[in-house]
């Protein structure tokens, strides 16, 4: 098992330490990085006197917008791959069944040279 060490990381002017396994220290400073820059931007969009409530709302809206998009492109890709594997299998049956009946019309030919 994971040791549990104390991550500290700065959000928006706001040093906060968080409890991780050590394997997921690196990963949650960058997903903590990831949500300062998100809501530095909207401060800097709406101005530094913003409620700091408002802009992690925004940012927490942000963010889930860019999951959802990538939820579903990852859907799509998904579904694309299916679609291609499926398409992939059909060809390669359809492949078989031609390459069976060349081999038993060549046999069937060669079977008639002989009588």
Known sequence: MDDITIVEVNIYGRMLSIKSPESNAEYLKEVAEFVNESMNDIAE???????????????CLNIADLLKREIANN??????????????????????????ETKETKESKEANKEN
């Open 45 to 59: 969009h709406y101005g530094p006197n913003y409620p700091r409530d408002t802009i992690a709302i925004l940012a």
């Open 75 to 100: 859907k799509a890709g998904k579904d694309t791959l299916l679609a291609l594997k499926e398409s992939i299998a059909s060809r390669s049956n359809e492949l078989i069944r031609l390459i069976d």
